[in-house]
């Protein structure tokens, strides 16, 4: 034997017999306890007190049905939330028995452990028939369910009015229209960016691949394969990184802006154009543009079409460690219910999951018809594998559209780098 | 051997032994497990009991290795480690002189300029420099008229502006050393090289350098060790990497492939690497200036 493998050897009997790194226990709990305490961790928002109001509202229901028990919330910020539910996985004793989480994480957290399987549970749910299919696609990981869908969120284009009247621009009915009313303002009021957008702005950019027809990952659940350089998918990103540029939004400043920096642009006067959620609303309405702006469907490709937007939102799942799982599920339900859905719309405006509340709501609010509208023609989700919390976390797409639009890399090459490392992370991790 | 001296070797041991403790427990162990995790496949999954962990022998390494992004990052962190090491003592040696030669109060504005650039704490420093250099509202494009310049869009330029920043808050540490250092030098031999007539550059070079030389050694591990392992400057100053991760160096990128991505092991593989190289460079250096007969 040569010395490295001999080490090897060495090292691989002194290690696996001796000792391992640590992990800990995260096996389901056995113990289904009809008393105690319940801790839960929901997401602080911007302004949280709205929430914590009809949040409450869910508990003292919930204890008054249920004597002797508690309920403890815990509001977690959300820069560090990917820390606080790590170190609950790796700590289950300390664990909250339900979470709030994104619903791009479901399938990375059920690969860690973290979270229960509730299919039975959430079959048995006489409201969940109500539920569209892109949330529950969003709470799914191998045919079986984590959790109930809280809210969705979604991006259409944000667009200055008083602007276009001035330089007398239609509203863009295709993406083409858009990407030459982006720079017709740019030409015209040079210290705006036309639409504003950012290299590392991944569910601004995914609409003008999906609308070309391209897709991420094609395959299911274990078989993924990485479809970013497909030429359907270069295409979109073709049409999206031609936004960048001094005709438009200049490479040196927009090339490492992300979402929110590109709704700030917006909010405060700097830009005629940005693709925004019904969750940045508020951010927009209290910046200078108030009252100078409508919100339309992004477009698609061909007159008429919405390109396809990204769900994005929150679930709320139960946690495997818990030992109170028939409590636990009882309030995820009450917290997920159609009714807070619809109180939580009208405190905070988050997008109910439910088609029928939706619809309930949006006839109340004109400002969300737009974005329903998005949903209703159609969304898109990121692959449910447990790989895709790595793509994202590694900056993947991030780092292929700034490639792109510094010019160090061609549309293809930096597509083809891209999908090396999605079918990477899909080959080791499903 | 006699017992007697047997016995007698224990000794020093024995008064090593609450030195050797404290070293092990906060040095070795972190080290070990560093080690161990390195030869494993551990991600969050492993650490939060979702998979059983898996031995992989060299596995991580050879996934490293065979990374072409770790090649081009080591190689951005030699150069940008050698730049900030040869800046820092640079500034911090010609300020150490110039020390010496000024007057009381302006030897003191100097000594507490650095003094505050050196208690400046990283984040800090960084996010100050940051907005000096900002395209929107940073003093140095308006004085310089530069427009809305971004300073961190190239690779370059964005690496030179973290150099600044770098240089600025370790070289009073440089500073102050060497001018204690300088301080020390006998009087008489400064004023016999005057008397016969070695200008500035000639009086440092042959009678400063050489009877500062332990000090210089010291210094120069020093700086190299913390410019190799630059984390908060260009973690803040270039937003994690810079634009397509082009900023990147060794610590960051290990920071993001073990926390942001939840790869501990492979992670854990670059801080092992970055361990050997450092002891590699940090003994090859004391090997050389002993072979030149210098002892530390």
């Not at chain 1, 007398?168 to 295709?174: M, N």
């Not at chain 2, 900023?247 to 960051?252: E, R």
């Amino acid at each position: 034997m040569k010395l490295p493998a001999r080490l090897a050897v060495l090292l691989a009997v002194t290690v696996a017999t001796a000792c391992a790194p640590q992990t800990s226990d995260n096996s389901a709990s056995d113990k289904d306890e009809q008393t105690g305490t319940l801790r839960v961790w929901l997401f602080q928002e911007v302004s949280n007190k709205p929430k914590e109001k009809v949040v409450d509202s869910v508990l003292a229901a919930f204890e008054k049905d249920h004597e002797d028990t508690d309920v403890t919330v815990e509001y977690i910020p959300v820069e560090t939330r990917a820390q606080r539910i790590k170190a609950a996985f790796n700590d289950p004793k300390s664990a909250p028995d339900l979470i709030e989480y994104g619903n791009t994480d479901t399938a990375g957290y059920v690969k860690d452990g973290g979270l229960l399987d509730i299919t039975e549970e959430f079959g048995a749910w006489s409201e969940a028939k109500d539920t569209d299919p892109t949330a529950k696609q969003s709470v799914t990981v191998d045919g079986k369910v984590y959790g109930a869908p809280y809210f969705v969120g979604v991006r259409a284009l944000y667009y200055r009015t008083d602007l276009f009247e001035k330089h007398d621009i239609e509203v863009p009915r295709t993406q083409a229209e858009l990407i030459a009313a982006a720079k017709e303002i740019r030409a015209a009021e040079p210290g705006l960016y036309g639409l504003a957008v950012g290299g590392a702005y991944t569910y601004g950019a995914m609409p003008f691949v999906w609308a070309h027809g391209g897709e991420l990952a094609t395959g299911k659940g274990g078989s993924y394969a990485s479809a970013i350089d497909s030429p359907a998918a270069q295409k979109g990103i073709k049409a999206y990184t031609s936004l960048f540029g001094d005709d438009n939004c200049p490479a040196e400043t927009c090339a490492g802006m992300g979402g929110n920096d590109t709704v700030t642009a917006f909010a405060s006067g700097k830009a005629a154009m940005a693709i925004g959620g019904d969750f940045s609303h508020a951010a927009v309405e209290a910046g200078k543009v108030k009252g100078k702006y409508a919100v339309v469907p992004l477009p698609g490709v061909k007159e008429g079409g919405i390109a396809p937007a990204f769900a994005g939102g929150n679930n709320i799942g139960v946690l495997k460690s818990t030992s109170h799982r028939t409590l636990a599920v009882d309030l995820m339900q009450r917290l997920a219910s159609k009714k807070t859905q619809a109180s939580m719309f009208d405190a905070m405006g988050f997008l109910p999951t439910f088609s029928d509340v939706r619809q309930e709501v949006a006839a109340k609010e004109p400002f969300v018809k737009p974005f329903v509208e998005t949903l209703g023609a159609g969304t898109k989700f990121v692959p449910a594998s447990p790989a895709w919390s790595q793509i994202d976390s590694s900056l993947v797409l991030p780092t292929m559209f700034q490639e792109i639009v510094s010019g160090k890399k061609s549309v293809e090459a930096a597509s083809k780098d891209a999908a090396k490392k999605m079918n990477d992370a899909f080959a080791t991790l499903g | 051997m006699t017992s007697v001296t047997h016995g007698k070797s224990w000794t020093p041991w024995l008064y090593l032994a609450p030195a050797l403790v404290v070293l092990g427990g906060l040095l070795a162990y972190p080290i070990y497990q560093l080690g161990l995790i390195s030869l494993f496949h551990y991600t969050q999954a492993q650490v939060s009991g979702g998979e059983p962990t898996t031995f992989e022998g060299f596995g991580n390494y050879a996934e490293l290795f065979g990374d072409s992004q770790f090649w081009e990052v080591l190689l951005a962190t030699v150069l940008f480690a050698a730049a900030c090491v040869l800046s820092t003592l640079a500034v911090g040696c010609a300020l150490a002189v110039l020390l010496t030669r000024v007057r009381a109060v302006p030897r003191l504005a100097l000594m507490l300029a650095a003094l505050g650039a050196w208690a400046t704490p990283a984040v800090t420093g960084s996010t100050v420099w940051l907005f000096l250099f900002d395209p929107d509202f940073g003093p140095v494009n308006r004085v310089l008229g530069l427009g809305d310049h971004s300073w961190t869009y190239g690779r370059l330029s964005a690496f030179f502006l973290v150099l600044l920043e770098v240089v600025w808050c370790s070289f009073p540490f440089v500073m102050v050393t060497v001018y204690a250092g300088i301080r020390a030098v006998p009087a008489e031999v400064l004023e016999a090289a005057s008397l016969d007539g070695a200008s500035q550059w000639r009086i440092w070079r042959s009678v400063l350098a050489p009877i500062l030389r332990p000090i210089l050694v010291v210094v120069t591990i020093q700086s190299v060790i913390w410019d190799f392992k630059v984390f908060t400057q260009i973690y803040v100053m270039t937003n994690g990497g810079g634009i397509a991760g082009q900023n990147l160096v060794l610590n960051v990128y290990a920071y993001q492939k073990a926390f942001a991505s939840s790869q501990y092991s492979l992670g854990s593989a670059i801080g092992v690497v970055m361990l050997l190289i450092l002891l590699v460079v940090t003994l090859a250096y004391l090997r050389l200036l002993r072979r030149q007969g210098e002892e530390l």
